[in-house]
Protein backbone atom coordinates (compact mmCIF):
# COMPACT_ATOMS: atom_id res chain seq x y z
CA UNK A 1 0.00 0.00 0.00
CA UNK A 2 1.42 3.53 -0.91
CA UNK A 3 1.85 5.84 2.14
CA UNK A 4 2.98 9.59 2.14
CA UNK A 5 6.70 8.04 2.63
CA UNK A 6 6.18 5.26 0.83
CA UNK A 7 4.51 6.32 -2.53
CA UNK A 8 2.83 3.82 -5.32
CA UNK A 9 5.48 4.36 -7.59
CA UNK A 10 2.86 3.60 -10.64
CA UNK A 11 1.48 7.06 -9.88
CA UNK A 12 4.22 8.65 -11.49
CA UNK A 13 8.01 9.63 -11.36
CA UNK A 14 9.55 9.25 -7.85
CA UNK A 15 12.02 12.15 -6.22
CA UNK A 16 13.84 11.57 -3.19
CA UNK A 17 13.61 14.91 -1.22
CA UNK A 18 16.71 15.47 0.75
CA UNK A 19 16.46 18.93 2.27
CA UNK A 20 16.67 18.90 6.49
CA UNK A 21 13.72 18.79 8.27
CA UNK A 22 13.44 22.00 10.14
CA UNK A 23 11.33 21.56 12.85
CA UNK A 24 8.44 19.96 14.18
CA UNK A 25 6.26 21.46 12.43
CA UNK A 26 7.86 20.91 9.14
CA UNK A 27 7.64 17.70 9.55
CA UNK A 28 4.05 17.63 9.60
CA UNK A 29 3.36 20.26 7.13
CA UNK A 30 4.93 20.34 3.16
CA UNK A 31 6.92 23.15 2.07
CA UNK A 32 5.20 24.72 -0.97
CA UNK A 33 7.37 23.50 -3.58
CA UNK A 34 6.61 19.83 -2.62
CA UNK A 35 3.03 20.42 -2.64
CA UNK A 36 3.22 21.76 -5.99
CA UNK A 37 5.38 18.47 -7.09
CA UNK A 38 2.81 16.37 -5.57
CA UNK A 39 0.21 18.22 -7.38
CA UNK A 40 2.03 17.54 -10.42
CA UNK A 41 2.09 13.81 -9.96
CA UNK A 42 5.78 13.29 -8.77
CA UNK A 43 5.58 10.94 -6.09
CA UNK A 44 7.94 11.99 -2.90
CA UNK A 45 10.36 10.06 -0.68
CA UNK A 46 11.96 12.18 2.04
CA UNK A 47 15.08 10.94 2.95
CA UNK A 48 16.97 14.23 4.67
CA UNK A 49 20.90 14.07 4.57
CA UNK A 50 21.12 16.73 6.82
CA UNK A 51 19.72 17.26 10.40
CA UNK A 52 19.19 20.80 12.45
CA UNK A 53 20.11 21.09 15.82
CA UNK A 54 20.28 23.19 18.19
CA UNK A 55 24.13 25.17 18.17
CA UNK A 56 26.42 23.71 20.38
CA UNK A 57 26.53 27.17 22.44
CA UNK A 58 23.76 29.40 22.02
CA UNK A 59 25.00 32.36 24.32
CA UNK A 60 26.91 34.26 21.06
CA UNK A 61 23.79 34.53 18.38
CA UNK A 62 21.88 35.31 21.15
CA UNK A 63 23.69 38.26 22.66
CA UNK A 64 24.57 39.30 19.06
CA UNK A 65 20.75 39.52 18.34
CA UNK A 66 20.22 41.53 20.98
CA UNK A 67 21.99 44.37 19.63
CA UNK A 68 20.73 43.44 16.12
CA UNK A 69 20.41 47.39 15.42
CA UNK A 70 23.92 47.96 15.95
CA UNK A 71 24.51 45.96 12.48
CA UNK A 72 24.03 47.40 9.30
CA UNK A 73 23.15 43.72 7.45
CA UNK A 74 22.63 40.46 8.80
CA UNK A 75 22.59 37.50 6.62
CA UNK A 76 21.02 34.48 7.81
CA UNK A 77 22.35 31.65 5.41
CA UNK A 78 19.73 29.64 4.85
CA UNK A 79 15.80 28.74 5.53
CA UNK A 80 16.91 26.70 8.52
CA UNK A 81 18.77 30.28 9.73
CA UNK A 82 16.06 32.30 8.53
CA UNK A 83 13.85 29.98 10.92
CA UNK A 84 16.25 29.54 14.33
CA UNK A 85 17.37 33.77 13.86
CA UNK A 86 13.73 34.30 14.05
CA UNK A 87 13.07 32.04 17.35
CA UNK A 88 15.79 33.99 19.07
CA UNK A 89 14.84 37.43 18.13
CA UNK A 90 13.34 39.12 21.10
CA UNK A 91 10.87 42.10 19.18
CA UNK A 92 10.92 43.23 15.62
CA UNK A 93 13.51 42.98 13.31
CA UNK A 94 15.31 46.91 13.45
CA UNK A 95 14.40 48.44 10.32
CA UNK A 96 18.11 49.95 10.78
CA UNK A 97 19.59 46.53 10.06
CA UNK A 98 19.30 45.18 6.35
CA UNK A 99 18.79 41.74 5.82
CA UNK A 100 20.47 39.44 3.29
CA UNK A 101 19.28 36.42 1.48
CA UNK A 102 20.60 33.56 -0.36
CA UNK A 103 18.03 32.84 -3.03
CA UNK A 104 13.98 32.82 -2.99
CA UNK A 105 13.66 29.76 -0.68
CA UNK A 106 15.15 31.71 2.38
CA UNK A 107 13.12 34.93 1.33
CA UNK A 108 10.08 33.47 1.22
CA UNK A 109 10.99 31.58 4.65
CA UNK A 110 11.67 34.95 6.34
CA UNK A 111 8.98 37.09 5.12
CA UNK A 112 6.76 34.20 6.33
CA UNK A 113 8.34 33.98 9.53
CA UNK A 114 8.22 37.88 9.73
CA UNK A 115 4.67 38.27 8.48
CA UNK A 116 3.93 35.25 11.44
CA UNK A 117 5.77 37.71 14.53
CA UNK A 118 3.31 40.10 13.14
CA UNK A 119 5.89 42.67 11.31
CA UNK A 120 5.22 43.27 7.44
CA UNK A 121 8.49 42.34 5.48
CA UNK A 122 8.16 45.38 3.77
CA UNK A 123 9.15 47.71 6.39
CA UNK A 124 12.86 46.36 5.78
CA UNK A 125 15.37 46.95 3.28
CA UNK A 126 16.09 42.85 2.05
CA UNK A 127 18.26 42.37 -0.27
CA UNK A 128 17.89 38.68 -1.92
CA UNK A 129 20.08 36.79 -4.33
CA UNK A 130 18.38 35.95 -7.42
CA UNK A 131 16.65 32.18 -8.05
CA UNK A 132 19.44 32.00 -11.23
CA UNK A 133 22.25 32.78 -8.81
CA UNK A 134 20.79 31.31 -5.48
CA UNK A 135 24.58 31.61 -3.67
CA UNK A 136 27.06 33.78 -1.94
CA UNK A 137 28.11 34.95 -4.88
CA UNK A 138 24.80 36.01 -6.40
CA UNK A 139 24.32 37.81 -2.82
CA UNK A 140 27.56 39.53 -2.72
CA UNK A 141 26.45 40.83 -6.52
CA UNK A 142 23.30 42.02 -5.12
CA UNK A 143 24.87 43.50 -2.55
CA UNK A 144 27.36 45.40 -4.33
CA UNK A 145 24.73 47.07 -6.07
CA UNK A 146 23.00 48.46 -3.59
CA UNK A 147 26.03 50.14 -1.77
CA UNK A 148 28.77 49.79 -4.48
CA UNK A 149 32.36 50.28 -2.66
CA UNK A 150 30.84 51.80 0.53
CA UNK A 151 31.40 48.49 2.60
CA UNK A 152 33.93 49.83 3.98
CA UNK A 153 33.14 50.69 8.08
CA UNK A 154 29.49 48.62 7.61
CA UNK A 155 29.20 46.08 10.57
CA UNK A 156 27.61 42.77 9.23
CA UNK A 157 25.87 39.97 10.86
CA UNK A 158 26.02 36.11 9.69
CA UNK A 159 23.88 33.99 11.05
CA UNK A 160 24.74 29.95 10.22
CA UNK A 161 24.70 26.53 11.03
CA UNK A 162 28.31 26.06 12.08
CA UNK A 163 31.03 24.97 9.33
CA UNK A 164 29.61 26.10 5.69
CA UNK A 165 31.12 28.35 2.95
CA UNK A 166 33.03 31.28 4.31
CA UNK A 167 33.03 33.22 1.03
CA UNK A 168 30.39 35.91 1.39
CA UNK A 169 32.17 36.84 4.80
CA UNK A 170 35.48 36.87 3.36
CA UNK A 171 34.38 38.88 0.74
CA UNK A 172 32.79 41.50 2.68
CA UNK A 173 35.97 41.79 5.25
CA UNK A 174 38.44 42.26 1.59
CA UNK A 175 35.65 45.10 1.23
CA UNK A 176 36.59 46.64 4.59
CA UNK A 177 33.22 45.63 6.25
CA UNK A 178 33.48 44.65 10.15
CA UNK A 179 31.96 40.84 10.16
CA UNK A 180 30.67 39.07 12.94
CA UNK A 181 29.82 34.99 12.40
CA UNK A 182 27.73 33.63 15.01
CA UNK A 183 25.81 30.10 15.01
CA UNK A 184 21.94 29.61 15.50
CA UNK A 185 22.22 26.15 14.53
CA UNK A 186 23.77 22.79 13.68
CA UNK A 187 24.50 20.29 10.81
CA UNK A 188 24.56 17.06 11.69
CA UNK A 189 24.79 13.72 9.24
CA UNK A 190 21.63 11.67 10.08
CA UNK A 191 21.79 8.91 12.70
CA UNK A 192 23.28 5.81 11.50
CA UNK A 193 20.31 3.36 13.00
CA UNK A 194 18.79 0.36 11.28
CA UNK A 195 15.73 1.87 10.33
CA UNK A 196 17.71 4.85 8.40
CA UNK A 197 20.44 2.09 6.90
CA UNK A 198 17.19 -0.04 5.66
CA UNK A 199 14.88 2.62 4.27
CA UNK A 200 18.84 3.48 2.18
CA UNK A 201 18.98 -0.13 0.92
CA UNK A 202 15.35 0.41 -0.35
CA UNK A 203 16.07 3.76 -1.93
CA UNK A 204 19.04 2.00 -3.52
CA UNK A 205 16.78 -1.48 -4.91
CA UNK A 206 15.93 0.29 -7.87
CA UNK A 207 17.00 3.51 -10.04
CA UNK A 208 15.63 7.11 -8.85
CA UNK A 209 16.14 10.95 -9.00
CA UNK A 210 17.91 12.34 -5.40
CA UNK A 211 16.78 16.60 -5.46
CA UNK A 212 20.67 17.51 -3.98
CA UNK A 213 20.26 20.76 -2.27
CA UNK A 214 23.89 20.72 -0.75
CA UNK A 215 26.91 19.20 -0.88
CA UNK A 216 27.41 18.25 2.47
CA UNK A 217 24.13 16.61 2.17
CA UNK A 218 25.99 14.54 -0.48
CA UNK A 219 29.03 13.58 1.97
CA UNK A 220 26.87 12.36 4.70
CA UNK A 221 25.21 10.18 1.71
CA UNK A 222 28.70 8.62 1.35
CA UNK A 223 28.79 8.41 5.07
CA UNK A 224 25.35 6.07 5.33
CA UNK A 225 26.71 4.20 1.97
CA UNK A 226 29.72 3.29 3.98
CA UNK A 227 28.06 2.29 7.34
CA UNK A 228 25.58 -0.13 5.43
CA UNK A 229 28.30 -1.73 4.06
CA UNK A 230 28.21 -0.71 0.65
CA UNK A 231 30.52 0.97 -1.75
CA UNK A 232 29.49 4.66 -2.75
CA UNK A 233 30.53 4.44 -6.06
CA UNK A 234 29.08 0.99 -6.54
CA UNK A 235 25.42 2.55 -4.37
CA UNK A 236 25.34 5.30 -6.33
CA UNK A 237 25.78 3.85 -10.00
CA UNK A 238 22.14 3.29 -10.81
CA UNK A 239 21.16 6.71 -9.20
CA UNK A 240 20.31 10.04 -11.00
CA UNK A 241 21.05 13.27 -8.68
CA UNK A 242 19.27 16.52 -9.57
CA UNK A 243 21.83 19.10 -8.19
CA UNK A 244 20.65 22.55 -7.13
CA UNK A 245 24.12 24.27 -7.90
CA UNK A 246 26.88 23.20 -9.89
CA UNK A 247 29.41 22.76 -6.97
CA UNK A 248 26.92 19.99 -5.49
CA UNK A 249 26.43 18.36 -9.04
CA UNK A 250 30.54 17.94 -9.09
CA UNK A 251 30.35 16.21 -5.13
CA UNK A 252 27.14 14.13 -7.06
CA UNK A 253 29.88 12.96 -9.83
CA UNK A 254 32.40 12.91 -7.75
CA UNK A 255 30.27 10.37 -4.90
CA UNK A 256 29.83 8.01 -7.59
CA UNK A 257 26.43 9.25 -8.99
CA UNK A 258 25.40 7.28 -12.50
CA UNK A 259 23.52 10.49 -13.92
CA UNK A 260 24.33 13.78 -13.00
CA UNK A 261 22.09 17.47 -14.00
CA UNK A 262 22.45 20.59 -12.74
CA UNK A 263 18.31 21.53 -12.03
CA UNK A 264 17.55 25.00 -10.67
CA UNK A 265 15.42 24.55 -7.45
CA UNK A 266 11.66 26.17 -9.07
CA UNK A 267 9.12 23.15 -9.24
CA UNK A 268 9.08 23.48 -13.09
CA UNK A 269 12.59 22.76 -14.08
CA UNK A 270 12.24 19.76 -11.13
CA UNK A 271 8.97 18.73 -13.19
CA UNK A 272 10.65 18.84 -16.55
CA UNK A 273 13.89 17.37 -15.34
CA UNK A 274 11.83 14.12 -14.32
CA UNK A 275 9.55 13.99 -17.32
CA UNK A 276 12.16 14.28 -19.93
CA UNK A 277 14.37 11.83 -17.64
CA UNK A 278 10.83 9.20 -18.48
CA UNK A 279 11.11 9.33 -21.73
CA UNK A 280 14.60 8.64 -22.22
Given amino acids: MATADRPDIRCGPVLIITRPRRGAQDDD ?39 LADFDLAVPVSPAAVQATLAMLQGPWPQTCAVGLLGPGSRVAFEQALRARGQAPESLRIVCAPAQAADSEGLWAALQALRADAWAGARVLILRGGNGRDWLAEALQAAGAEVLRVDVYRREPPETDPVTLDTLRELLGSPASWLLTASEGVRNLQGLLRAAGTDPAAGLANQRALATHARIAEAARQAGFGRVEVCPPQTEAIVAALHRDAKA
Fill in 29 to 67: ADDARERELRARGIALRPFPLIRILPPAAPAPAAQALMR
